[in-house]
């Protein structure tokens, strides 16, 4: 009788999970786990709020797994240690995952695979948290895209010959017996970490919002986001569902979720951006070395309020406002001149919906390098954006209880001297590397 683990990772769901429904057809008896990685958790803070989001989900899967009698086995440690010991442990002849694009993840099941394959058991992945991946959205020549809007029509040209098409895991676990009779959850504390005091978004939105998305997601004072991007980072809500919501109701939501698979899929064709430029000639910038000013900017006191309300919002939520994201990041690397590698570091910390792919390639996007990026000459004004994006100061006075006092400071450098400096600076560095 055949016998497989399945390997929740960013998959936290039961319902149209492809991993999960192919070794509910492969297996007999399937033992799904979680695993809390060290490799990973080790270099957070321990009031991470994301780890806290993670442990409130594997509390629900494990219960949504025991109504159909199955037990989640929850681990803590190194996946490619712990993972070979489960299977000979187990006896099982195939352990299923879904698939990640990130390097660690690569290395990780590369790793895996080949210990998993000298024991004679085997290591296979699906396709789950991206609509096309890999290879599927090519140009004709067979290189990738590195320009959005040609990415996005060849994705929505190959959406028309592949229509989504949710998968019926949820239905086929009653085809399934478990391995392990009984498993328990560690605490937060037994994972080394304690609560964080945020609050998350919930996975329910209304059509509502979705179809007005067009008319009111560039105004951080209107509840007009649908704030899901934790719940596609984590799994717990379908990519698939989602993007058929989207098909139906708004374009440019459709296109914000292509946006999300655009930059997954220029991490996994092009790694060396987790540390370096998409164009490599912006590496060769000379950026200023100013510990005020980055500790001012991560604290909201730069003078620029739809700046500072933003940091703040970061600070105090994990969340911050896409439009913002774009003006806090303009607002470092242009105005302050200091590397995007600082700050893409300072919301890989914060965010409570980080994914590497998306916040690599919206920083390198503001610092002008990235690919299909802004124009290094063009400088987001952020007055002139908090004019035109939040008039009457709803979002700044939400955030900055001192505004218009003589608490608030004043601005920690001037519009247009920041801009003429950075424009001369690119320059500079752009025309030794031509």
């Not at 010959?161 to 086929?172: A, D, F, R, V």
């Not at 939501?253 to 220029?266: D, K």
Request: glycine share 6%; hydrophobic share 40%; with cysteine.
């Amino acid at each position: 009788m055949s016998k497989a683990i399945f390997w929740h990772r960013r998959d936290l769901r039961l319902e149209d999970n492809a991993g999960l429904l192919k070794a509910c057809n492969c297996a007999e008896f399937v033992q799904p786990i979680f695993i809390f990685d060290t490799q990973i958790l080790n270099e957070l803070d321990k009031n991470d709020a994301r780890v806290e989001f993670i442990h409130r989900e594997i509390v629900r899967l494990s219960e949504e797994y025991a109504s159909h009698n199955l037990h989640l086995r929850v681990e803590i440690g190194n996946p490619v240690e712990i993972i070979p010991v489960l299977a000979e442990e187990m006896q099982v002849d195939h352990v299923f995952t879904n698939r990640d694009y990130e390097p660690y993840a690569l290395q990780r099941d590369k790793a895996l695979y080949e210990i998993l394959q000298s024991m004679g058991v085997g290591f296979t992945g699906a396709k789950d948290h991206v609509i096309f991946e890999k290879n599927e959205v090519m140009k004709g020549d067979g290189t990738p895209y590195t320009v959005f809007s040609p990415y996005a029509r060849k994705w929505k040209e190959r959406l028309q010959q592949h229509p989504i098409t949710p998968h019926n895991s949820l239905e086929n676990l009653t085809k399934v017996r478990g391995i392990t009779s009984h498993s328990k959850i560690p605490s937060l504390s037994d994972i080394g970490f304690k609560p964080s005091g945020i609050a998350f978004p919930t996975t329910q939105v209304e059509d509502l919002l979705i179809s007005k998305y067009s008319e009111q997601r560039n105004f951080p004072g209107k509840p007009g986001t649908s704030r899901l991007g934790v719940h596609l980072r984590f799994g717990t809500l379908s990519i698939r569902r989602l993007a058929l919501r989207a098909l139906k109701l708004n374009e440019t939501y459709l296109n914000e979720l292509i946006w999300r698979e655009f930059y997954q899929m220029i991490l996994f064709h092009f790694p060396y951006t987790v540390t370096s430029s998409f164009r490599p000639a912006y590496d060769a910038i000379q950026w200023e070395q100013n510990s005020e000013h980055f500790k001012r900017w991560c604290e909201g006191t730069t003078g620029y309020p739809l700046v500072d309300a933003g940091m703040r919002e970061l600070n105090a939520t994990g969340f911050m406002h896409n439009r913002v994201r774009m003006v806090t990041a303009s607002f470092l690397t242009k105005h302050l001149l200091i590397d995007w590698r600082l700050g893409e570091g300072y919301f890989a910390k914060k965010l409570l919906d980080f994914e590497l792919a998306s916040n690599l390639g919206g920083w390198q996007w503001a610092a002008g390098g990235g690919c299909d990026a802004a124009p290094y000459f063009r400088v987001f004004n952020p007055t002139a954006q908090q004019e035109k994006f939040d008039a009457k100061f709803e979002y700044v006075k939400r955030w900055i209880p001192e505004f218009g006092t003589s608490a608030y400071p004043h601005p920690i450098i001037e519009h247009t001297f920041a801009r003429n400096r950075v424009i001369e600076r690119f320059k500079t560095a752009l025309n030794k590397t031509a």
